[in-house]
């Protein structure tokens, strides 16, 4: 599993026309679940995202979480993190989770992200969207599950 955290001052993420999730401060996250992805790796990736420390303190030290400061979470599947690219020049996604099994894994996140943080909105599985943002720093995160 691959979470591509950015640090945002605001985003969005936009299907046909109609806004389905927006945030102001906090993260938003594109979300890759892998063929060999399991809700227990699923439970260790949410714990390392709530509680990542990157938001600034007082005296100017990033040591603030997204609790702390009352951020909130935008998260986008994004199969594409998956992209193998080691040969020729069109990647490859056979290590991206198959469609049913990676929706029910991004549906699972959503939830569990939602009893730690108070706004957590979220794109639409396999949707063509568009997704806008103002990177804050710019300070992005790329947390990778088997690096846990």
């Known amino acids: 599993m691959k979470f591509v955290i950015q640090r945002v001052q605001h985003a969005s993420v936009t299907v046909d026309g109609k806004i389905t999730g927006q945030i102001e401060k906090g993260f938003l996250v594109l979300i890759g679940v892998g063929a060999e992805d399991t809700k227990e790796i699923a439970d260790k990736m949410i714990q390392k995202l709530v509680h990542m420390r990157i938001f600034e303190d007082e005296a100017g030290k990033v040591n603030l979480a997204l609790k702390d400061v009352d951020g909130g979470l935008l998260l986008v599947s994004q199969f594409t993190l998956y992209a193998d690219c080691k040969k020729g020049n069109r990647p490859s996604f056979t290590k991206a989770g198959a469609p049913d099994m990676a929706n029910q894994l991004y549906e699972y996140i959503i939830e569990e992200c939602k009893k730690e943080i108070a706004q957590v909105e979220c794109g ?25």
Not at 124 to 148: C, R, W, Y
Request: charged letters at 30%; zero cysteines.
């Open 124 to 148: 639409e599985f396999g949707a063509d969207m568009k997704v806008e943002l103002l990177n804050d720093g710019p300070f992005t995160i790329l947390l990778d599950s088997e690096q846990l």
